[in-house]
């Protein structure tokens, strides 16, 4: 066994049992700890992918950000075991029996499926900022500015929602 | 079809899947909304493996723009979300959304 490929076995093995833990784990701010342990391993994917600035981004938006919006609320609610959701056994079940079958159509249709290679393999530093960056400003210019547009809705959004009501109607 | 020696596509696809229902498996299981957030945040990242290792065996890099994108809208989302997840509890003073019972006939 080479390296990547024990790399590879125990990134994907703690990726998918922290992400277990995440939604088994009875207090929330541990599922937020767990939650990060995920997105670390996969941000370890995308390096052994030579995603190296995809790598980066990940960390600093889910890890940094986005994760630490979630702990923020988690504390501001003041949330923890006490307030235990109960969840309904036909509900266990049935989440259960859905996920499951979601796997298994996912596993068979990628089993018989065959996947048409590409014309040339990729090269080592295509996940450069410097490629990427030429791809994002070239190629997907118009997305790129409505994405920018997205995010100063979402901003505009947020700050209308958590904004104190002043007036009573 | 080999992305790191001995390491195909459908390694990656199976890593994808199995995150991925982890997901809907959490969705549909936990009844804490912020929970439930945190999950799809799961499958969005099962996604983005599978796009990545998409782009490295077609020598692409529109994946990992894609990626990119997908991670744009999941800022967005969360902070939109929580922001409603905030008016929900100052209002019910709970995030358990089986509460959200008021258009229940």
Not at chain 1, 82 to 108: D, F, G, P, Y
């Amino acid at each position: 066994m080479s390296l990547t490929e024990i790399a590879f076995y125990f990134l994907s093995f703690l990726a998918i049992f922290s992400g277990l833990a995440v939604i088994l784990s009875r207090n929330p701010v541990h599922s937020v700890l767990y939650l990060i342990v995920t997105f670390f391993s996969i941000a370890g994917h995308y390096f052994l992918m030579n995603a190296q600035f995809l790598a980066a981004v990940h960390i600093i938006v889910y890890a940094g950000a986005i994760m630490v919006l979630f702990l923020y609320v988690i504390m501001m609610l003041n949330l923890n075991e006490e307030q235990e959701e109960k969840t309904k056994s036909w509900v266990k079940i049935a989440a259960v029996v859905s996920s499951c079958s979601i796997m298994l159509i996912l596993v068979s249709l990628i089993s018989k499926s065959t996947i048409v290679m590409g014309k040339a393999p990729m090269a080592d530093d295509a996940g450069l900022v410097q490629n990427l960056g030429k791809v994002l400003y070239k190629d997907y210019l118009l997305p790129f500015e409505l994405a920018s547009v997205l995010f100063l809705a979402a901003m505009v959004g947020a700050v209308y929602l958590s904004k104190k009501e002043t007036s009573k109607s | 079809m080999e992305i790191l020696p001995n390491i195909t596509i459908q390694h990656y696809l199976w890593l994808s899947t199995a995150l991925f229902a982890l997901g809907v498996f959490g969705v549909l299981l936990r009844r804490n909304a912020i929970l439930m957030f945190m999950c799809i945040e799961l499958m969005l990242n099962a996604v983005n493996i599978a796009l990545v290792a998409f782009s490295k065996v077609h020598g692409d890099t529109s994946g990992q723009v894609f990626v990119f994108f997908i991670m744009v809208v999941a800022a967005a989302e969360v902070a939109v979300g929580l922001a409603i997840l905030m008016m929900l509890y100052r209002n019910l003073h709970t995030t358990d959304t089986d509460a959200l019972n008021n258009l229940k006939g």
